[in-house]
């Protein structure tokens, strides 16, 4: 092996990236002292910046009592407090909490709970889930199969569940015909889905699994006004269960704690992760409905499912220091103010921008949407790899963003997402948008636009 290779199975097998030795706040720090502005929070995930010292000395004390202790014969001090902060009061009807190391693993958990839930109520038919196209729901063979990211999905389709169908993402700015009113459009989709349980039998479907802001596949998609009380409707008159993936746009990203808070209904199931730790210990979470944990404990008794680090007493003790310091200093208004800021500032800088074809977002989750024409709305080619180019010009001007491809249907179109820390400052959103501005023109300017 060279001298200057590394060990690690990186994303790309072709170059290292520049190692992080340090964190400031909205700040990361690489190895040669250069300074990146993390305005996506690596993946919408570190909502209070780096290095937080609360969240340290957390994690410090709790691993000088008890690091591990696995959840066959022990629970844990920080998993019962943490769990008693998020369901105790069970927001939307969702009374217990299931710890696990990620967003796929919580989505696993969820589809499982699902399925577990029909057999234990005498339904076993119902193995069907319906998810949406353009959509993402983690890596994994099981959550792989659930979301409709085209990409991602592509080498692995052999292997990958005939249990799920998709149907159209509730996605204004490609789907909405021109000549239709929202409500119009919101009805389309409601019929389709229905179309969709009518096609499989509605007996033999389990859920409809949906994000309520779409993240990394789309960019920072919000569905249409009434669109969830429509999907939460056609749910219930089958019997289906409504499963949320709230692993990237949750946990106070759109501005409440829930996403779905704003859509003015609750689901069965929740997935969460990312923002739940702040990127301080792996950690997700799925949230269930008291009916259904009920229905599994006064039937067989045990949910049939499992991990070695399940609420992982470290990675609890992080995740409960995170959320109480977000209740405590009223983080939630933080967004909503910064979320403000964060639209009109996008709005100022690519309003008029003759290759941005569409700002979207909530709270501090915030998406802009590439296109080689405003008018017709076509992509680049995507052999331009243009968000690549922007990730990689907006890094060496000392900004981290997110930027993804596939945004129009898994293989056309660019778009850049945005997840600044809650503890973000009006001047680092400032700072945030001025460096992107530089990084998408000349990044089109390489290009020859």
Same mark, same amino acid.
């Given at each position: 092996?060279?001298?200057?290779k590394?060990?690690?199975?990186?994303?790309s097998?072709?170059?290292?990236?520049?190692k992080?030795?340090g964190?400031?706040?909205?700040?990361?720090?690489?190895?040669?002292?250069h300074?990146i502005?993390d305005s996506?929070?690596?993946?919408?995930?570190s909502?209070?910046g780096h290095?937080h010292p609360?969240?340290?000395?957390?994690i410090?004390?709790?691993?000088?009592?008890l690091a591990y202790?696995?959840t066959?014969f022990f629970s844990?001090?920080?998993?019962e407090?943490?769990a008693?902060?998020?369901v105790g009061?069970?927001?939307?009807?969702?009374g217990?909490?299931?710890f696990?190391?990620?967003?796929s693993?919580?989505i696993e958990?969820?589809i499982?709970l699902?399925r577990q839930?029909f057999?234990?109520?005498?339904?076993?038919?119902?193995?069907?889930?319906?998810?949406?196209?353009?959509?993402?729901h983690g890596?994994?063979?099981?959550a792989?199969s659930a979301g409709?990211?085209a990409w991602?999905r592509e080498?692995?389709?052999?292997?990958?569940?005939p249990?799920?169908?998709?149907?159209?993402?509730?996605?204004?700015?490609?789907e909405k015909r021109?000549?239709?009113s929202?409500a119009?459009?919101v009805a389309?989709?409601a019929?389709?889905l229905?179309a969709?349980?009518?096609?499989l039998?509605?007996?033999?479907v389990?859920a409809?699994i949906?994000?309520?802001?779409?993240g990394?596949t789309a960019?920072?998609?919000?569905?249409?006004d009434?669109?969830?009380?429509?999907?939460?409707?056609i749910?219930n008159r089958?019997?289906?269960l409504l499963i949320l993936d709230?692993v990237?746009c949750?946990?106070?990203?759109?501005g409440?704690?829930h996403a779905w808070?704003?859509?003015?209904?609750s689901p069965?199931?929740q !997935?969460? /992760?990312? %923002?739940? *730790?702040?990127?301080y210990?792996?950690?997700? $979470?799925?949230?269930?409905? &008291?009916?259904? +944990?009920?229905?599994v404990?006064n039937?067989?008794g045990?949910f049939q499912?499992?991990?070695?680090?399940?609420a992982?007493?470290?990675?609890?003790?992080?995740?409960?220091?995170v959320?109480k310091?977000?209740?405590?200093?009223?983080l939630?208004?933080q967004?909503?103010?910064r979320?403000?800021e964060?639209e009109?500032?996008?709005?100022d800088?690519?309003g008029n921008?003759?290759?941005?074809?569409d700002?979207?977002?909530?709270g501090?989750?915030?998406?802009?949407?590439?296109v080689?024409d405003?008018?017709?709305?076509?992509?680049?080619?995507?052999?331009?790899?243009?968000h690549?180019?922007i990730k990689?010009t !907006?890094? /060496?001007? %000392?900004l *981290?963003c997110y930027?993804?491809?596939?945004t $129009?249907?898994?293989q056309? &179109?660019?778009? +850049?997402?945005?997840a600044p820390?809650y503890?973000?400052?009006?001047?680092?959103?400032?700072?945030?948008?001025?460096?992107?501005?530089a990084?998408?023109?000349s990044?089109l300017k390489?290009?020859?636009h």
């Open positions: 092996m060279a001298a200057n590394s060990r690690v199975m990186h994303r097998l072709r170059e290292t990236p520049p992080a030795v964190g400031d706040g909205v700040w990361l720090i690489a190895e040669d002292g300074r502005l996506s929070g690596g993946a919408a995930v909502c209070l290095q609360r969240i340290l000395a957390a410090a004390r709790q691993a000088s009592k202790a696995h066959g844990s001090e920080p998993a407090e943490l008693e902060r998020l009061h069970e927001p939307g009807g969702l217990y909490v299931y696990v190391s990620g967003g693993e919580a958990a969820s499982k699902a839930y057999i234990e109520r005498g339904e076993p038919k119902r193995a069907r889930f319906i998810a949406r196209r353009q959509s993402y890596n994994t063979l099981g792989l409709g990211n991602r080498p692995y389709a052999p292997l990958l569940s249990a799920f169908s998709h149907v159209t993402p509730a996605f204004a700015y490609h021109d000549d239709e929202e119009a459009f389309r989709l019929a389709e229905e969709e349980f009518q096609r039998g509605p007996e033999n389990a409809f949906a994000e309520p802001v779409v990394a960019g920072c998609v919000p569905a249409p009434g669109y969830f009380k429509a999907v939460r409707e749910c089958h019997g289906a709230e990237m949750g946990m106070g990203r759109t409440t704690l808070e704003q859509e003015g209904i069965d199931i !997935a969460v /992760a990312k %923002g739940l *730790g702040g990127g210990q792996p950690i997700g $979470a799925m949230l269930a409905s &008291g009916a259904i +944990v009920d229905t404990r039937g067989s045990a499912h499992g991990h070695t680090y399940l992982h007493p470290l990675a609890c003790a992080a995740a409960l220091e959320q310091v977000i209740a405590e200093e009223k939630l208004d967004v909503k103010a979320g403000h964060l009109q500032r996008l709005a800088r690519f921008h003759r290759h941005v074809g700002i979207r977002g909530r501090l989750f915030w998406g802009i949407e590439l080689a405003r008018g017709t709305r076509q992509p680049f080619d995507p052999k331009l790899k243009l690549q180019r990689s !907006a890094f /060496a001007g %000392g *981290g930027p993804s491809g596939g $129009a249907d898994g056309r &179109g660019d778009h +850049v997402l945005l820390p503890i973000a400052t009006s001047g680092d959103i400032d700072m945030i948008v001025e460096r992107l501005g990084a998408v023109d990044a390489d290009v020859g």
